[in-house]
């Protein structure tokens, strides 16, 4: 059975940094495109970056660009999101999710699309001025 359990979320003020963390079991990340999906009070979910974790390329909403990086250790079957510059509007439940070896354009579709195979229960991260 797949499990991916989140970890890192909490309050944070503007301006400031958090790293999630995703423990996967059950299937071995080496190569998986997986991503970060957040989903904002009464908003609909957005893919916020995505990893094929084969060849470490990363795949980015436009909106978080240059604040958000996706990263893996496949050592430890953990696949991270290092959060920097918060703003208000990333306040989110933040999920990590996982799929098939989807590299390139695959891994980008399933970002855009949220379509994953596997999810976590996520974690929230509330973002304060």
């Known amino acids: 059975q797949v499990q991916l359990v989140e970890s890192g979320g909490g309050s944070v003020q503007t301006g400031g940094s958090l790293r999630l963390s995703c423990a996967v079991t059950?299937?071995?990340?080496?190569?998986?495109?997986m991503g970060w999906i957040r989903q904002p009070p009464g908003k609909e979910r957005e893919g916020v970056a995505s990893?094929?974790?084969?060849?470490?390329?990363?795949y980015y909403a436009d909106s978080v660009r240059g604040r958000f990086t996706i990263s893996r250790d496949k050592a430890n079957n953990t696949v991270y999101l290092q959060i920097d510059s918060l703003k208000s509007e990333d306040t989110a439940m933040y999920y990590c999710?996982?799929?098939?070896?989807?590299?390139?354009?695959?891994?980008?579709?399933?970002?855009?699309?949220?379509?994953?195979?596997?999810w976590g229960q996520g974690t929230q991260v509330p973002v304060s001025s």
């Open positions: 999710a996982a799929d098939g070896a989807y590299s390139g354009s695959g891994c980008y579709a399933r970002l855009r699309r949220t379509l994953f195979n596997h």
């Open positions: 059950g299937l071995t990340i080496g190569s998986h495109c």
């Open positions: 990893i094929f974790t084969d060849s470490g390329a990363t």
